[in-house]
């Protein structure tokens, strides 16, 4: 994860969080694991759904989820967990 915040240029002082969640118990807590049938066909298991969440102080303020009947990743249409669509929610709030 910190790798990752490295190449995105995110500071260890800032309001974003990178977190790992390598067994899928968080995923699964919050009901995100993707249940399509399509990506275990191809050995894809576990699989997070595209999602985003808005948390203040531990409240959850805002959550979406991008993903089709026939895309179940949410390839084709990404926008409602994209950062455009989240800062919508949050003005909203």
């Known amino acids: 994860m910190n790798a ?4 995105q ?3 260890e002082d ?6 790992g969640d390598p067994a899928g118990e968080f995923t699964k807590a919050v ?6 049938p399509g990506p275990p066909s191809v050995g894809i298991i576990g699989r997070c759904k595209r999602w985003a969440m808005h948390v203040v102080d531990g409240e959850v303020k805002y959550v979406a989820v991008s993903e089709g009947e026939d895309d179940p990743a949410g390839d ?5 967990t994209l950062a455009p669509a989240i800062l919508d929610a949050i ?3």
């Open 9 to 11: 240029g995110i500071d």
């Open 4 to 7: 990752w915040a490295e190449d």
């Open 91 to 93: 003005k909203a709030e």
């Open 76 to 80: 084709e249409d990404p926008s409602a």
């Open 14 to 19: 800032t309001l974003v969080s990178f977190m």
């Open 31 to 36: 009901d995100m694991e993707m249940t399509h």
